[in-house]
């Protein structure tokens, strides 16, 4: 019996070994069949294992990079008016340069031929003492008006800034309106006030005992002439400036004032120091503006006086139109005109110059 219990142990240990073996041998048999199947076969390619990628993302036919799915639409609709410009606007300049180089009168305008003059009617006029007496008195006619036109609109938008609500809504609301006359109906107002025998102004100053203004001729002499179109000029184009001014000054942070204040700095120095800095980009572009704006002036001077007496108000536009009506000479009258707008395409030149070099010190 003790022999039997003995013998027991012995013949498990034995069948444990066994079944170890034989677990041992089933499992090399699997690693070298699973290497088997993993080791390329002669004569086949192995495939490499395919990565998990998102699926690829299908555009619709006739979208861009830039997601514009509009098509031509947008071009369609901007055309008409890209047209309407161009017909408007290049078309008549192009046309006055043919005209300019082109011995171009009454007889061409009626029968249509023109002969080709090349630069004659431009030697013409350069050559003409006149022409140039005109062109001085277009540059002092500018100066005097921009000069004037950009004090009295600082002061303006300063003193708006300065101003109550109330008090300000009045002023603004005062720039607007005048702004906003027309230029003929402004014009004709100022024909009034100036008239010698039922205008405002002289029965102004002889009521306040200026015996020597009574029924004066305010239109017959040139300089009294010229001093009421400058008035009229900068009365109209002040508004513009002002309001663009007092806009600009709106932006500069009043931190900027009051620490100026603190360290001891009057207005004038607050202002040349401070705020003109900070609105200088605004400040050249009305500048700009307005020397365009003056230089070509045309309206008020021909309604009011055609530029007389004489020729004491006639600037470049005015001179072109009186040659080109007057004389029938309409080429010499274009190449006054084109020679306008190069001289007005110095001034935009001048400051697109002084902009660019704004933003590359910026």
């Known amino acids: 019996m003790s022999a039997t219990k003995a013998g027991r142990p012995g013949r498990a240990r034995k069948a444990g070994q066994a079944s170890r073996a034989g677990e041992t041998g089933e499992s ?13 076969r002669p004569g086949l390619r192995s495939r490499p294992a395919r ?12 979208d861009r990079a830039g997601g514009d799915r509009s098509g031509p639409w947008p071009y369609l609709l901007v055309a008409p008016a890209v047209i309407g410009m161009l017909y408007l606007l290049l078309y008549p300049l192009a046309r006055a340069v043919l005209i300019s180089l082109q011995d171009f009168r009454l007889r061409e305008l009626i029968a249509g031929d023109a002969d080709f003059a090349g630069l004659d009617n431009y030697r013409t006029l350069l050559t003409d003492p006149r022409f140039w007496t005109v062109v001085r008195r277009t540059f002092l006619f500018m100066t005097v008006n921009v000069v004037l036109i950009m004090v009295i609109a600082l002061l303006v938008a300063l003193m708006a800034e300065r101003l109550g609500k109330a008090w300000r809504t009045v002023v603004l609301s005062s720039l607007v309106l005048a702004w906003a006359m027309p230029v003929v109906a402004a014009t004709t107002v100022f024909q009034w006030l100036f008239h ?5 102004v002289n029965w102004a100053l002889t009521s306040l005992g200026a015996e020597s203004f009574e029924r004066y001729p ?3 002499d040139g300089t009294a002439a010229f001093a009421i179109l400058v008035t009229l000029v900068v009365w109209q184009s002040v508004p513009f400036a002002a309001i663009t001014l007092y806009s600009a000054l709106t932006t500069v942070p009043a931190e900027l004032h009051e620490s100026a204040r603190i360290d001891g700095a009057g207005g004038l120095r607050v202002l040349r120091s401070v705020t003109f800095p900070m609105i200088r980009p605004i400040v050249m572009l009305v500048l700009c503006l307005e020397v365009i704006w003056t230089f070509k002036a045309f309206v008020q001077i021909w309604v009011m006086t055609k530029g007389g007496p004489g020729d004491a108000t006639t600037i ?5 139109v009186q040659t080109a009506l007057s004389g029938q000479r309409y080429d010499l009258g274009s190449a006054a005109s084109m020679i306008t707008v190069v001289l007005m395409s110095g001034v935009l030149v001048l400051y ?11």
């Open 316 to 320: 470049l536009p005015v001179y072109a």
């Open 218 to 220: 305010w239109f017959a």
């Open 352 to 362: 697109f110059r002084q902009m660019f070099r704004q933003e590359n010190e910026s």
């Open 51 to 62: 990565a998990c990628l998102p699926p690829p993302v299908r555009r619709r036919t006739g």
């Open 28 to 40: 090399s048999k699997a690693g070298e069949a699973g290497d088997e199947r993993a080791a390329p």
């Open 196 to 200: 010698s025998e039922f205008g405002v």
